[in-house]
């Protein structure tokens, strides 16, 4: 028997795989003052949280309350930002709504 062409042998290499770690997620809390209105912090959260109407009522009690409240968990960037707005349409409507930012 004849060979019709060289005998080859193929070799696949693979790389290892790498498995992309999650970014670290922060919590954006809103604090309790004497002055922001419970309709504005409502406002606030279903705007720029985009929380439902009941979950947004709910966390505006919670700040009320407690003195804080969480808005939500977020990566570092996208927490800044909500924090930046929130900070920005508060002083546009006269309020003095404060929101920071901590480790999840």
């Keep these: 028997m004849s060979e019709t062409g060289p005998k080859t042998r ?4 693979t ?3 790498t498995v992309a770690k999650r970014p670290p997620m922060f919590k954006v809390l809103l604090h309790n003052d004497h002055y922001t209105t419970m309709d504005f912090v409502v406002e606030v959260l279903r705007d ?3 929380k439902p109407m ?3 009522v709910n ?3 919670s700040v009320h309350k407690s003195g ?3 808005a939500g968990v ?3 960037e996208i927490a800044e930002t909500k924090i ?3 900070h920005k349409l508060a002083q546009e409507k006269g309020f003095p709504l404060k929101c920071s930012m901590e480790p999840e």
């Design 54 to 56: 009941l979950e947004a």
């Design 68 to 70: 804080a409240g969480l």
């Design 15 to 17: 790389r290892p795989r």
């Design 48 to 50: 720029i949280y985009q």
């Design 74 to 76: 977020y990566a570092a």
């Design 59 to 61: 966390i505006m009690l």
């Design 10 to 13: 193929e070799v696949t290499r």
């Design 84 to 86: 930046d707005r929130t």
